[in-house]
């Protein structure tokens, strides 16, 4: 289901709580809202659209990769960007790395780890901020 984009900065400055089991029709629901504003953005997390819960989408290669509980285990090369966001209005000026290695679970709870550069490596810490509270 298309959920509706949450554009209070209050309500996205609160801290997300794990992700389980129980949270797979919000990872569906983020995947098909994220794949419906493709056009306008690369990613979301869960609580743009209102779910307090650490799950993310991004897409890779043209096909959504959803990600619950995911951390961020190591980074290098940074560089300053300028990221917008569809939760927000205008353009933010951020610290970014164009690596990362990230670990997380899939719908069935199993754990994975990745290494993702450019695009997508910012797109994971711009979701993962979102997931932590933080506004960018």
Request: net charge neutral; with cysteine.
């Amino acid at each position: 289901m298309i959920r509706e984009i949450i554009r209070d900065e209050g309500f996205l400055a609160l801290a997300s709580e794990d992700a389980t089991v129980l949270d797979k029709q919000v990872a569906k629901d983020l995947a098909e809202t994220l794949h419906h504003h493709e056009a306008s953005c690369i990613g979301m997390a869960a609580n743009m659209i209102g779910v307090r819960k650490k799950i993310i989408c991004i897409m890779v290669d043209g096909l959504p990769l959803t990600m619950l509980n995911p951390r961020i285990i190591a980074k290098k090369d940074p560089y300053q960007a300028s990221e917008g966001c569809l939760s927000l209005k205008g353009m933010r000026n951020v610290m970014r790395y164009r690596w990362i290695r990230v670990v997380f679970q899939d719908l069935r709870m199993r754990k994975h780890e990745r290494e993702l550069e450019g695009r997508e490596a910012q797109a994971v810490q711009h979701e993962c901020d979102h997931l932590d509270g933080i506004v960018i």
